[in-house]
């Protein structure tokens, strides 16, 4: 860990605890950093997993044997969406199981770094969706997301870093991260060298919405403490798949309206969970940790086909009105579909919203 | 764990722990148990090993997944020799990583229930040389020994086993189990039936032997504890021949006249582990514990060419000369070659025994 992480994940633990110190976009000199790592976003299809256990292990526990910094692993139904460094991804042997999206992706981050007061509670994606998810999606800028515990990744194409820049500069001072500094960026070109587009409509394309009844929480663990867990994490991500040999009873059937959803992230030391009640109770419930508030969170699972990874407005979709609401919201974005978390108590209308938009998309 | 494993595990543990009260060979009536698994000998080569990756970690650490109830693992510098019962041989896919001895092996277990006084100290293979290793050899039995820290296991090919019960019923009370019951067991013929081979000289091939620096030693575990050692395990298991990125210092070169030996078995709900003491600093201090004297062990490993599994006598070969000198030893036979554990202190005496017998064979 360079000082400089430190540093920022510092002030995003303080915003996450105390949101009233959080800037709002419209006052703003927030800080957009561009951080040090070069991600593959891959796909390992689910009979396939248990060929990629011994790399996948590597990863996520033997710390001293890989120079990874930059991991995370997400079981849907569909597939598990591993994302991760240069370093990780070379671990991935190429075979018929793995799909690899063919672009460099570029995690930024917003850091909060002032004592601005803000009109916002909501924290996730909801809190960038003005300042920089809409933006993106009027430039035609892809973005995926991937929201953790601590922070809120946001993953741009490098061949779109340019007009990345470009967009956010007004809006942020811009910082990208190289061994362990914080190096200012600007556009490449004089400030109106980039050319914008204009404040037409935006109108993405209404995806279908799926709603599961499972419960998530968002999680956490001391990093010391992940080998305690170790054969527990081992087993759900591995062999959940695989009936109990030794259980007396009879597995329960699988419930309708449930899906299976479970990530796991490791980045620059920092460990992030996301999972269903069901899940979690299968942990020792002194290790993993979760907000003071302990709340639990819906899934909206947007996408009724694959989404691929060009289409741009995808996230915008649903940050937006969230953001009118000021409903807080965790992204994660996977191989085929993106997901958002929503509080629990807020899932009435966020499907009402969500409904709504469907019927007549709004103009921006 | 059925209840007559219960009382036989007790009564071996009583007797490592106060080996005067172990029965003579030639007063006794101990019993032999032909224990209720029918296993299979098999080798993953070593580059393969990453393949098994997830049929192992679910037969070590899974318990919950798996009927499998006999199984072992042991590195060596030529491959990884697994010892499983059938439950556990369906979780490993054929490939050309795996070897597969043809045979269905059985377990022998030989049980002191009295209150015979004994006149030797010595434990493990020396113990039975007399009574076991050395009339079987003289039947051409060819068995396959896998000490534990608890007990010591004969396996014999199960196609042997009515040579086995009728060159042993003179000597031992048997009893097969049988779905938790001991059932007693004689020669399938009349007495005489069994033609056996009669005092002639046992001259067994005279193998050459190796004896490497290391010192190792065996411990246990309480099968409650697996799961905070698991990270280390896996790490020493699965990841010891990949470099640590982590470390600062350049990896220290293999010493030569050490030999990389590992063996970690879980055996009707017991764990014993077998390694060296370089191996030994990477795991906790508290979670492994040894026998009370906490003796040191080295390695005599015997066999120039890997040795098949048809002939008799390599155990016997080196058994009497340790049970002429009553000097305790473990013996663990892998897919190529056997080893040989002694006590530390007695390394010189045994070195210049075997070296004796290379000059002029015995005859017993």
């Known amino acids: 860990m360079h000082g400089t992480d430190w540093r920022v994940w510092f002030a995003l633990e303080e915003e996450r605890k105390e949101p009233g110190r959080e800037r709002d976009h419209q006052t703003t000199t927030m ?41 995370s692993l997400t079981e849907t139904p569909e597939n598990y969406t591993v994302v991760l460094d240069e370093e ?59 929201s953790t515990y601590q922070t809120d990744f946001i993953l741009v ?24 500094e914080s190096v200012p960026v600007h556009s490449p070109c004089e400030p109106n060298g980039f050319q914008k587009n204009g404040k037409e409509a935006l109108q993405p394309t209404v995806h279908p919405v799926l709603i599961p009844l499972n419960q998530f929480c968002v999680m956490s663990l001391d990093p010391d403490t992940l080998p305690a867990i170790a054969t527990t994490l081992i087993d759900v991500l591995f062999y959940s ?22 990530s796991f992230s490791l980045i620059d030391g920092y460990i992030s969970l996301v999972m269903d009640t069901e899940a979690q109770r299968q942990f020792p419930a002194d290790l993993l940790f979760t907000s003071s508030s302990g709340e639990l969170w819906r899934m909206v699972r947007i996408g009724g086909q694959p989404l691929g990874f060009d289409e741009c ?36 209308s966020v499907t009402a919203v969500l409904q709504q938009q469907r019927k007549e998309p709004a103009a921006s």
Chains 1, 2 share one sequence.
């Open 31 to 71: 800080d957009l950093h561009i951080l040090d790592h070069r991600l593959r976003v891959t796909s390992i299809s689910k009979n396939g997993l248990e060929n990629y256990t011994h790399p996948l292990i590597k990863l996520i526990f033997l710390r001293n044997r890989t120079r990874c910094k930059f991991f």
């Open 88 to 146: 990780g991804f070379k671990e991935l042997q190429a075979s018929e199981d793995l799909q690899v999206e063919g672009s460099v992706w570029l995690p930024l981050n917003v850091v909060s770094n002032g004592n601005a007061s803000s009109s916002s509670q909501a924290v996730g994606v909801t809190k960038i969706a003005r300042s920089v998810i809409a933006p993106l999606a009027q430039q035609h800028v892809s973005v995926f997301m991937l």
């Open 157 to 180: 194409k490098e061949k779109d870093l340019s007009v990345v820049i470009g967009t956010l500069e007004e809006e942020f001072d811009i910082f990208r991260e190289v061994g362990g």
């Open 241 to 262: 798949n695989s009936p109990k040999e030794g259980a007396s009873s009879a597995p329960s059937p699988p419930e309708l309206d449930r899906v299976k959803f479970f």
């Open 313 to 348: 407005g995808i996230v915008a979709q649903i940050s937006q009105p969230l953001a009118e609401s000021d409903i807080s919201a965790y992204y994660i974005s996977t191989f085929s579909f993106d997901h958002a978390l929503v509080p629990e108590e807020d899932i009435v």
